[in-house]
């Protein structure tokens, strides 16, 4: 066991990931010279040389489309979005060519590659640099989606997906990347499609993923000084998503909130919801309720920044009303 | 039918020569069926016929090696054929049928044949672009002399994806031959209506990429311009943009007019005149190679040929209805074990 960044668990994983396998390579905007926009590919470049860690001219669609090709013929690219929120670019090779290609080839063109960024806000970056995904990318059937939400489930993740023959998301973020915390010594590898309870709890489920892991936990001791007692589930994947351990969590306590840093409408968090409520009703005792960003752009104030994202007194709040304590 | 053997450079071979007539000849009967196809409802959606442009597709393909690579539009049944593709998997494709290509899955715009390097089939204009790039990358990567063929309509020229996808060949020195199929129309809308630079190759000097320009209707012409490009791809490792102009006999789709509406009779009927079979067949009976009675049979040979893929996709069945659900995903890892 190592106490590691985030940061570091994912150079970790990459670094094995290609070094065990010579068809993988890792390509986007500064992810060699400069060592990665946030270092998470410090190193990379001067122990596997530019073929294998390749700088990008800022092309999101084009870089993209190029690691669409290479899958295609049999490599296994990592393909690095400096942020999600430039992705938006590259939608057409993300969703019409990577997600599509099996189908649409009768089962010819398998898409081993993977996707990955920093998603959501991090401080004051304004309107253009703080958007959540999730809820696009979770929408195609064709697509895997990943949101490690501690070091050691970065390693874990990123090196599933990377091994997965299937295209996959792995959704990130800038304020991720410096939290330190236990990793398994080893070949340590998360399987796909596993949520993880992080903390266990009788009386209501925070049911979350990525960022919102640390803030959710943070809820659940605030709620214990409150006497009650929260289970955090930290679904890890969202696409495929662990139904089992969703209704299993439900059933034990009877009351769910559903906590995401994105937007409300058609948040990823309203398809966990459908799901509870379709295949959980007779085991809720209250409506399922979401904790979410506001129906706003991003502003760039410190104070509406704030007040727009969703915190731990905000899923406290939220708990507490599923419990009936408060109104 | 299998691709034309043994690309001679110069195509010095009379029996080699008579494989183009032949090839060519197979899709404009093979086209010419899908027309009739669509109209009686057994193709639906979206149709492009290639129709007029068949000395492009057999003068590239003729060029190829058997682990080159192709990636091209949705205007791609005569590159599918030439590259080697059978008339009974299209067809049945087509018909949406479980024996097609792409097990009915696809359609038209989207025929994929792993074996033969024939990497689809795209519907999105100058999506399949950086696709290209990335297979030149991949070649580059692993150290190999293959090539990627890269078909486009002149239209897709005008797109980001086109810019990102050169710009990077161009940098990186792939190993990609961009062929642009300039028929003069995007759709409806003519390329002195689209582009600001209507000698479209040279756009390939903002990229450091090497160009040329050649008549599309002249197989020869093509073949020529081609093996020029592998051989800069093979040994320098360099891309080229090579612009092949010709010209569709039918409207962009099935559903667009022949002509009267953004093209005129009269300019259809004058390009009629550069009929890419018509000139070849000229060509090979002028040098005593070919004789009427010669291309009686083939065309016989292979309209018999068109009518047996037909006869096969119409008696392939509808794929299953498990088949919705499969081939979203793979379970397989590299480990090669289920994941």
Known sequence: MAILTYRDALNAALREEMQRDDRVFLMGEEVGVYQGAYKVSKGLLQEFGEMRVVDTPITELGFAGVGVGAAMVGLRPVIEFMTWNFALLALDQVVNAAAKMLYMSGGQFPMPMVFRGPNGAALQLGAQHSQAWEGWLTHIPGLKVVAPGTPADAKGLLKAAIRDDNPVIVLEGEMLYNMKGEVPDGDHVVPLGRAEVKREGTDVSIITWGKMVNVALQAAGQLAQQDVRAEVLDLRTLRPMDTAAVLETVAKTNRAVVLEEGWEVCGFGAQVADVIQREAFDHLDAPVLRVHQADVPMPYAKNLEKAAKPDAAKCVAAARRVLYLDR | ?339
């Open chain 2, 1 to 339: 039918m299998p691709p034309v053997p043994d690309p001679t450079p110069g195509g010095d071979d009379a029996a080699f020569r008579r494989g183009l007539l032949r090839g060519m000849l197979l899709q404009r009967r093979f086209e010419e069926r899908c027309a009739e196809a669509y109209a009686l409802g057994k193709i639906g959606g979206f149709c492009h016929l290639y129709i007029g442009q068949e000395a492009v597709s057999t003068g590239i393909m003729s060029c190829l090696r058997p682990d080159d690579y192709v990636i091209t539009t949705y205007r791609d049944h005569g590159q599918a054929l030439a590259r080697g593709m059978t008339a009974r998997t299209v067809m049945a494709e087509l018909f949406g049928r479980a024996d097609g290509c792409a097990r009915g899955k696809g359609g038209s715009m989207h025929l994929f044949d792993r074996s033969l390097g024939f990497l689809g089939g795209h519907g999105i204009v100058g999506g399949h672009i950086p696709i290209a790039t990335g297979v030149g990358f991949a070649v580059k990567y692993r150290g190999s002399d293959q090539v990627c063929v890269c078909f486009m309509g002149e239209a897709a020229v005008n797109n980001g994806a086109f810019h990102e996808a050169l710009n990077m060949a161009g940098l990186w020195k792939l190993p990609v031959v961009y062929v642009i199929e300039n028929n003069r129309y995007g759709m409806g809308t003519a390329i002195e209506r689209a582009a600001a630079i209507n000698d479209i190759y040279e756009r390939g000097a903002a990229y450091n990429v090497p160009r040329a320009v050649v008549d599309g209707q002249d197989v020869f012409a093509v073949r020529e311009a081609t093996l020029e490009a592998l051989g800069r791809a093979r040994t320098d490792h360099l891309p080229t943009l090579l612009e092949v102009r010709t010209y569709r006999f039918m409207g962009h789709s099935m559903s667009d007019a022949v002509s009267g509406t953004y093209r005129s009779k009269a300019e259809l009927d004058e390009h009629l005149k550069r009929d890419p079979i018509a000139l070849l067949r000229a060509a090979l009976h002028e040098a005593g190679e070919l004789t009427d009675a010669d291309v009686q049979a083939m065309d016989a040979e292979l309209k018999a040929e068109v009518q047996d893929a037909w006869d096969f996709a119409d008696a392939s069945p509808e794929p299953p209805l498990e088949a919705l659900f499969e081939d979203v995903l793979v379970d397989t890892t590299s480990d090669g074990r289920a994941a």
